[in-house]
Nanobody
Framework: QVQLMESGGGLVQPGGSLRLSCVGS????????MGWYRQAPGGERELVAD????????NYADSVKGRFTISRDNAKNTVYLQMNALKPEDTAKYYC???????WGQGIQVTVSS
């Protein structure tokens, strides 16, 4: 059974940092393009970043370029999203995503507020 489990969210002040983790189970992530999406209240789910199977190709939403970094550790079956210089508009529920399927995690809340 494919599962994606996110962790690392929470409340942070503007300008702060968080690192999200997504551990896959029931499959090996090194065979898959993985990504992070987010959905703000009243908004649509949008792609934040994704990463190719070997990590050689990454894509980012324009709104997070230069601030967020997606990475993967295939040995740990884990995908990360390092978020720096966070802004209030980054507040959303963040979802881990496996492209083939597709499969989604349950999501984790990130709130940026002073």
């Amino acid at each position: 059974q494919v599962q994606l489990m996110e962790s690392g969210g929470g409340l942070v002040q503007p300008g702060g940092s968080l690192r999200l983790s997504c551990v896959g189970s029931g499959f090996t992530i090194n065979m898959h393009t993985m990504g992070w999406y987010r959905q703000a209240p009243g908004g649509e789910r949008e792609l934040v970043a994704d990463i190719s199977r070997n990590g050689g190709i990454t894509n980012y939403a324009d709104s997070v370029k230069g601030r967020f970094t997606i990475s993967r550790d295939n040995a740990k079956n884990t995908v990360y999203l390092q978020m720096n210089a966070l802004k209030p508009e980054d507040t959303a529920k963040y979802y881990c995503h496996r492209r083939r399927g597709p499969y989604w995690g349950q999501g984790i809340q990130v709130t940026v507020s002073s």
